[in-house]
Nanobody, 116 residues
Framework: QVQLVESGGGLVQPGGSLSLSCAAS????????MGWYRQVPGKQRELVGS???????NYADSVKGRFTISRDKAKNTVYLQMNSLKPEDTAVYYC??????????WGQGTQVTVSS
């Protein structure tokens, strides 16, 4: 069983920044792909960005240039740095770990609200 614990959400003004953390109970380099997703009520969960075990990152067009995914091996933690936040970035943010044959696991989610 893999556990993912997210933290860092909150309320921020438009144009501000937040950093989300996703701490894993396993070696993050054993995670094939770690993804960050977000969901607003009434809509499907959407992929924000991802990082592979090799360090390759990908981002949704809506966040490209504003969001950055990074990781800290010593802490087994993956981060989502969000800059230049917009009201439309308001959502519950989730991390998801894909371990291939060992399955996929979700974090509990953390609320991000961008509002003045």
């Amino acid at each position: 069983q893999v556990q993912l614990v997210e933290s860092g959400g909150g309320l921020v003004q438009p144009g501000g920044s937040l950093s989300l953390s996703c701490a894993a109970s396993v070696n993050i380099f054993d995670i094939y792909v770690m993804g960050w997703y977000r969901q607003v009520p009434g809509k499907q969960r959407e992929l924000v960005g991802s990082i592979t075990s090799g360090g390759t990152t990908n981002y949704a067009d809506s966040v490209k240039g504003r969001f950055t995914i990074s990781r800290d091996k010593a802490k087994n933690t993956v981060y989502l740095q969000m800059n230049s936040l917009k009201p439309e970035d308001t959502a519950v943010y989730y991390c998801k770990a894909n371990l291939g044959a060992r399955g996929a696991y979700w974090g509990q989610g953390t609320q991000v609200t961008v509002s003045s």
